[in-house]
């Protein structure tokens, strides 16, 4: 197979992965659309170029990285379904997006506005994070590793980082020496430049300029050559991003020169910290997350890539990048440098590898052509290092020599209180700038450090920002605020907020679902990170249920109606001393405050309660029939002792005439004779 074979459709590996057809190629692999036969699902098959699968520290390491990768369980890391060896094939088995990479985002918009910058980048940072905490680093985060593919119902964008580990494969192969260096030489960390050292603090700096390309359009540095490029990573600092794009808020800025400080130990120390700081950033500005757009992936693959470039690790799903956005090996700075190969665009020229870093070309039988090219490929590299010199002598007779010379170290101020290490500073001919920071452990007006870190090297009268401690976090105040409000208050104070429903209530003052309770209380200085917990109002307290016991039935549904209840019948029942009709009780009952999960609606319950009529003087004969109609019963015999039922009369009765019984109850006569 070479990186460019479409004949592979239709090859069956390990009797179980169907490759259908190609999405992506590139120098070092080729990814297809395939389906696992197995389990019957689409997948993505990314298969590395053979030469790689020749050599066994490769295929070692390959498996190793794999293993690693697929034990990354996290929504926004392309999942690694499998791995393995089938032949000459090396392959990956990943789940297949058709969203497209960020770059293709970028290529259809320019730049993102900062909502959506900053929306993309916490996802990216969210798998970073899971990834450092594993203990496993990316080593060429760039956009066209950033996948983008549909989550959630209804579906919604989300970024997926693939790749993780196959940089770290193929640098374990002979086909790289200890002088070549491999990644996307628009994102590398200075010290991958010059040692060749890739960790959780060169991911962050890579995260740091992929942020920054998307809040300006373009990245940092661009040069005629890639080790040109690589040359300003370890010599310049990267610039603020509102100097591309004014109006960006300077916490941005903050947050951008953070990540992509040349030294690895003025950086976060892996993403996770990032990350906190990016929301942190993002609360300050009053900014949620916003749906990511999830645009088509690029067309179909390009023709063939020159020799002399290294294309891409092609994302999933995505067109294959290659050239000036693509994974590359380049010799380290300090090595021989290698010869530039021009491309179309100039500014990310794709540089030739050292020989015997990548399998040589066919043989050729002339031997006078083969001289030709070696006698031109000496002379372009004459022209490079005449031209290097050229430059240099020109930078430095301009002025640049002389900054270097006058630089001077930035002093160590940490630990003076703010007037000291401002002169301090000043002293040493540097201007200022205040940053607030919060510690747990230093004095508020006390500084903790500089921006620069102390001891580096800087122009006299550059600015330096001056870290002053403002003490430990406050609770702050959010009793009013909104849900929204008070949690960005409280993440603003590097603190975690937590809603206790336990303590939502009632309110006559606070409004429904703002803030009604706080916990510490508001100006209690706390621990960085420590929980404020808050209640939040139920709005305003329902009026009571009111009493309509004992009320006839239209009374009781016309007052209750005055209420702004909603009365309705819920049955009959007796209820001792009350009238047939009137009402024996209501549910919810009276005096109680429906909130609105009971609603408005009230039952109402009234009295079947029969009344004992009068049968005092009436024949016998007489009484039993008007205890009947009336629903009662008379007790025993209906003689009451008295002689012959039919000239009997009756002269008393219990119970008494006019008492309220249930129906049914049994009344006792007494008659005469």
Do not use: C
Not at 153 to 162: I, L, Q, R
Not at 226 to 248: E, F, K, M, Q, W
Not at 656 to 669: E, H, I, M, N, R
């Amino acid at each position: 197979m070479t990186t460019t074979d479409t004949g592979l459709a239709g090859t069956l590996l390990e009797q179980r992965y169907r490759i259908d057809s190609l999405l992506a190629r590139g120098g070092m692999s080729s990814v297809y659309r395939g389906t696992d036969t197995r389990l019957d699902r689409p997948v993505a098959i990314k298969i590395m170029d053979p030469r790689f699968a020749d050599d066994r520290s490769f295929v070692d390491r390959f498996e190793r990285e794999a293993r690693s990768a697929a034990r990354l369980h996290h929504p926004n890391i392309v999942t690694v379904h499998d791995q393995g060896v089938d032949g000459e094939h090396a392959f990956l088995v990943m789940e297949l997006l058709d969203g497209g990479t960020v770059r293709d985002l970028l290529d259809q918009r320019g730049r993102l506005d900062v909502a959506l910058a900053l929306s993309v980048a916490e996802q990216m940072l969210e798998a970073l994070s899971a990834a450092h905490t594993a203990g496993l680093v990316h080593r060429d985060v760039k956009p066209e590793n950033l996948l983008l593919g549909r989550a959630g119902t209804p579906p919604v964008g989300v970024v997926k980082v693939a790749d993780f580990g196959l940089v770290r494969a193929v640098a374990s192969t002979g086909a790289t020496s200890s002088s070549v260096i491999l990644g996307t030489v628009g994102y590398l960390s200075p010290e991958q430049v010059t040692a060749g050292a890739a960790g959780m603090r060169g991911d962050v700096y890579s995260a740091g300029i992929v942020l920054y390309e998307m809040l300006t359009g373009q990245v940092p540095y661009s040069g005629d050559t890639a080790i040109s490029v690589a040359y300003r990573h370890v010599n310049d600092d990267v610039p603020a991003p509102s100097t591309l794009v004014p109006g960006l808020p300077a916490v941005l800025d903050d947050l951008v020169l953070r990540a992509t400080r040349r030294d690895p130990e003025a950086r976060p120390a892996d993403a996770g910290l990032f990350l906190r700081r990016l929301r942190e950033v993002r609360a300050s500005l009053g900014l949620g997350p916003v749906p990511i757009p999830v645009p088509p992936p690029a067309g179909p693959p390009p023709p063939p890539v020159d020799d002399l470039t290294v294309p891409a690790f092609s994302a999933v799903g995505t067109a294959p990048v290659a050239g000036p956005r693509g994974t590359r090996a380049m010799t380290r700075l300090g090595h021989q440098p290698l010869v530039a190969q021009r491309q179309p665009q100039p500014t990310m020229a794709a540089m030739a590898p050292p020989p015997g870093s990548y399998p040589p070309p066919a043989a050729r039988d002339d031997e006078d052509d083969r001289r030709r090219k070696k006698t031109i490929a000496l002379r372009v590299l004459l022209v490079l290092v005449i031209g290097g010199l050229i430059g240099t002598m020109v930078w430095w007779f301009a002025g640049g020599g002389k900054q270097i010379a006058d630089a001077v170290d930035v002093p160590q101020v940490a630990g003076m209180d703010r007037p000291t290490a401002e002169k301090t500073l000043h002293d040493k001919g540097f201007s200022t700038r205040i940053s607030q920071q919060a510690s747990d452990t230093v004095a508020a007006g006390m500084a903790i450090g500089t921006t620069p870190a102390a001891g580096s090297s800087a122009s006299p009268g550059s600015q330096v920002t001056l870290l002053v401690s403002s003490g430990k976090p406050k609770v702050p105040d959010i009793v009013g605020a909104t849900r929204e409000e008070a949690e960005s208050s409280i993440v603003s104070q590097q603190l975690k907020a937590a809603h206790d429903t336990s303590k939502d209530d009632f309110s006559g003052s606070v409004p429904k679902d703002h803030v009604l309770t706080v916990s510490p209380q508001a100006g209690t200085p706390v621990a960085i990170g420590a929980t404020v917990t808050y209640g939040l109002s139920k709005g305003t307290p329902p009026k009571p249920v009111p009493n309509v016991v004992g009320k006839s039935h239209d009374q009781a549904f016309q007052l209750l109606q005055q209420a702004g209840f909603e009365p309705f019948d819920a049955g009959t029942e007796f209820a001792r001393g009350v009238p047939a009709g009137n009402v024996t009780r209501t549910s919810p009952a009276a005096g109680s405050r429906p909130d609105d999960t009971d609603g408005k609606r009230v039952g109402v319950f009234t009295s079947n309660a029969v009344q004992v009529p009068s049968v005092f003087g009436m024949s016998l004969q007489e009484a039993v029939q008007t205890l009947t109609d009336a629903g009662l019963q008379v007790n025993g015999d209906g003689d009451g002792g008295g002689g012959r039922r039919g000239f009997s009369f009756v002269v008393g009765q219990d119970p008494d005439a006019g008492s309220f019984v249930q129906k049914g109850t049994k009344v006792k006569l007494k008659t005469f004779p």
